[in-house]
């Protein structure tokens, strides 16, 4: 796991937090999957959740239907013998229509050892929209379903048009999937598995 750290003006306000707080529930919840995702691979994450657009710079995506938002990040390593200390600044673009807003700085801000932001920002939001909270909760199955098929495909050194053709499914279909905007069958599910190489459990817990 990777350190999450906001970043934080002179004055203490948080650019991230803020853009976080100005969306509704089910696009927070979208955002925080993808932080969360960021938090768990760090540096390793890969499209169509990020990309590296230079100079050590990266934009995190965050799709939900036709609601577009970009958070710009940058690594920083703690000890240089390990890669697991990396901590991640945020930086945040909102699109909306031709209008773009970027929040930018150098500043490094605090230590790179830092509390996860996105773990202490889901568990104040958590206690005070309920609205958010139920949201989160009803997301998981999805994004673990998303995170499989990413996985899946990687571990199998495939492009998501080999596993289009395979499963005789549009190239749109898979990045959907990828993205967490799709709402797979369980044909589909099945599908994939097999273009995998692995077997479909479905289970009650």
Request: with cysteine; glycine share 6%; aromatic share 8%.
């Amino acid at each position: 796991m990777f350190d999450i750290e906001f970043y934080r003006t002179r004055n203490g306000s948080c650019p991230m937090e803020s853009f976080l707080d100005s969306l509704d529930s089910k696009m927070a919840v979208k955002a925080l999957q993808e932080l969360s995702l960021l938090a768990e691979k760090g540096i390793e994450l890969r499209e169509p959740h990020s990309k590296a657009i230079g100079d050590g710079l990266f934009e995190l995506r965050i799709k939900l239907g036709s609601d577009i938002s970009r958070a710009f990040y940058f690594s920083l390593r703690a000890d240089a013998s390990s890669s697991q200390t990396a901590s991640l600044r945020s930086r945040r673009k909102r699109l909306r229509g031709k209008s773009d807003e970027l929040a930018f700085s150098n500043k490094i801000g605090r230590n790179a050892m830092a509390v996860n932001d996105v773990q202490a920002y889901l568990e104040k939001r958590s206690e005070h929209d309920a609205d958010f909270a139920q949201a989160w909760e009803d997301a998981k199955p999805e994004y673990e379903i998303m995170k499989l098929i990413v996985e899946g495909r990687r571990s199998c050194g495939l492009s998501q048009q080999e596993v289009a053709d395979r499963c005789g499914m549009q190239q749109s279909n898979i990045s959907r999937l990828e993205n967490g905007n799709g709402n797979p069958t369980i044909s589909t599910l099945q599908k994939l598995a097999h273009c995998f190489g692995k077997k479909l459990e479905i289970r009650f817990v």
